[in-house]
T-cell receptor, first 113, second 113 residues
Framework: DSGVTQTPKHLITATGQRVTLRCSPR?????VYWYQQSLDQGLQFLIH???????AKGNILERFSAQQFPDLHSELNLSSLELGDSALYFC????????????FGQGTRLTVV | ELKVEQNPLFLSMQEGKNYTIYCNYS?????LYWYRQDPGKSLESLFV?????AVKQEGRLMASLDTKARLSTLHITAAVHDLSATYFC?????????????FGTGTSLTVIP
């Protein structure tokens, strides 16, 4: 157990809908990272937050947004969902502001039908 | 263009044999990470390499980083079945717009008894 908690584990929703994925980092970790893993795109970095502030953006679609709250948990919001958004979404956390060793949650498997 | 390439993509090897997985990247970075992923599972951090010439070993796995060649290797010694998994390298690129974290395509390793 990495100490990073993601909910829900599985999510099935229809096209056009909006969902929120939640991530609780390890105790004491200030950085949260979000990734998308799909068969055709591989593992893609989406966004990084440190202590509530956005630090870096990767290949995150405009339909997607994220935030990190004062208690350091983070949420990834996915809207106007398309079939191609079906993927495994991971969050990871680390202590440092820069990317050092990060610990991954178990992921949320999103299926858009 | 920022790219991280791994080879081979698939590797089938017999128990007891040695082999090396290669990770090449396109732009200067001195931060490289190796992860392991078992089927349907999350990513487990294996090695964090933060400088040119860094070498780290854990059990039958040894990772090294040559920042001048933009190359990292993951060497497997005397493979055992438990090492069967997908291995990813990831590189932290420093850009004016912030850090961009890229994963390689992954190497699916199968160790045959």
């Amino acid at each position: 157990d990495s100490g990073v908690t993601q909910t829900p584990k599985h999510l099935i929703t229809a096209t056009g809908q909006r969902v929120t994925l939640r991530c609780s980092p390890r105790s004491g970790d200030l950085s949260v990272y979000w990734y998308q893993q799909s068969l055709d795109q591989g593992l893609q970095f989406l966004i990084h937050y440190y202590n509530g502030e956005e630090r870096a953006k990767g290949n995150i679609l405009e339909r997607f947004s994220a935030q990190q709250f004062p208690d350091l948990h983070s949420e990834l919001n996915l809207s106007s969902l398309e079939l191609g958004d079906s993927a495994l979404y991971f969050c990871a956390s680390s202590v440092e502001r820069g990317y050092t060793e990060a610990f991954f949650g178990q992921g949320t498997r999103l299926t858009v039908v | 263009e920022l790219k991280v390439e791994q080879n081979p993509l698939f590797l089938s090897m017999q128990e007891g044999k040695n082999y090396t997985i290669y990770c090449n990247y396109s732009t200067t970075s001195d931060r490289l990470y190796w992860y392991r992923q078992d089927p349907g599972k999350s990513l487990e951090s294996l090695f964090v390499l933060l400088s040119n010439g860094a070498v780290k070993q854990e059990g039958r796995l040894m990772a090294s980083l040559d920042t001048k060649a933009r190359l990292s290797t993951l060497h497997i010694t005397a493979a055992v079945h438990d090492l069967s998994a997908t291995y990813f390298c990831a590189v932290d690129f420093f850009l004016n717009t912030g850090n961009q974290f890229y994963f390689g395509t992954g190497t699916s390793l199968t160790v045959i008894p």
